[in-house]
């Protein structure tokens, strides 16, 4: 166990008290990356008092391993044109930080008004990488985690909290 569920839920009401006062009066599009950010945004968006539209985009880098290949896809892009648009990306984990430069690169392209990150996680070499994320839940440090939205191998998404794997169970 590293991060525990109630820990978790408070961190979720704290962003969105932060990000209800910097988006005050403004018309809000969350972009939740599939599949791993699905248990952030349904949190996030109901912790959120303004209201705002959600979207969806499935990429993926990893595929079953637990390395990033670097090897970025869409799987599926956006319903929504996002130019002029304020968006907020809605993320569990900046871990390489390979998956999120490549989308705010594919985005910016979009011509939105802003455009800003939300992660729940992120890893130390996303911190040397000076992604600039402006939502951030907690800084852990450099292992291989699962729950709350985060696989391997497709497991373990569905677990409230964050736990780090055991090394016998991904075999180094
Ligand atoms: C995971 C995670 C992030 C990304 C972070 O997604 O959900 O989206 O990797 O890694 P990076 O910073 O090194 O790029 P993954 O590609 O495993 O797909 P998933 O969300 O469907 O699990
Ligand atoms: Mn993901
Ligand atoms: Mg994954």
Not at 23 to 46: E, F, I, N, P, S
Not at 68 to 85: A, E, F, Q
Request: proline share 3%.
């Amino acid at each position: 166990m590293l991060i525990p569920e109630d820990v978790l839920q408070a961190k979720i009401r704290e962003l969105a008290a932060q990000i209800d006062e910097d988006y005050a009066g403004q018309d809000l599009l969350l972009v939740a990356v599939l599949k791993g950010a699905v248990m952030v945004m349904a949190d996030l968006a109901r912790a959120l008092h303004s209201h705002v539209s959600v979207d969806f985009m499935a990429v993926s880098s990893y595929g079953s391993g637990t390395k990033s290949s670097g090897v970025v896809r869409i799987l599926k892009d956006l319903d929504t044109d996002i130019s002029g648009r304020h968006v907020l990306i809605v993320e569990d984990i900046v871990d390489s930080g390979l998956t999120l430069s490549w989308l705010i690169d594919n985005l910016r392209t979009r011509q939105p008004a802003s455009l800003e990150v939300c992660t729940i996680l992120r890893k130390p070499d996303a911190v040397k990488a000076e992604l600039d994320v402006r939502y951030v839940g907690f800084d852990i440090p450099n292992e291989f985690v699962v729950g709350y939205g985060l696989d391997y191998a497709e497991k373990y998404r569905n677990l409230p909290f964050v736990g780090t794997l055991a090394p016998h169970v991904y075999g180094s």
